[in-house]
């Protein structure tokens, strides 16, 4: 059975930062692309960032780029997402996901990825 855990969500004042770390377990964690979304109550699930197995590749939206950072410890089993300058409008709901048969131009579409954690509340205050 396989199973994402993440962790390291909170409340945080605008301009801070957070780690949020995402363990997987029940699969060969290092065959896949991993992936972060977020969702705000209202809105649309989010793509906020995406690695490949080796961690050779990363994906980020304009709209966190340069903020947040996706990284990968294989041996771990865990995909970290390191987010500083955070903003009010970052606050959501944050999910990680495991990508099945997904190729590279997929990876900020959630329907792709076949696994998928609870989510960690992310608040930023303003």
């Known amino acids: 059975q396989v199973q994402l855990a993440e962790s390291g969500g909170g409340l945080v004042q605008a301009g801070g930062s957070l780690r949020l770390s995402c363990t997987v377990s029940?699969?060969?964690?290092?065959?896949?692309?991993m992936g972060w979304f977020r969702q705000a109550p209202g809105k649309e699930r989010e793509f906020v960032a995406a690695i490949t197995w080796s961690g050779s590749s990363t994906w980020y939206p304009d709209s966190v780029k340069g903020r947040f950072t996706i990284s990968r410890d294989n041996a771990k089993n865990t995909v970290y997402l390191e987010m500083n300058s955070l903003k009010p409008e970052d606050t959501a709901v944050y999910y990680c996901?495991?990508?099945?048969?997904?190729?590279?131009?997929?990876?900020?579409?959630?329907?792709?990825?076949?696994?998928w954690g609870q989510g960690t509340q992310v608040t930023v205050s303003s």
């Open positions: 029940g699969r060969t964690f290092s065959y896949y692309i």
């Open positions: 996901a495991s990508g099945g048969l997904l190729a590279r131009v997929e990876v900020a579409t959630p329907n792709k990825y076949d696994y």
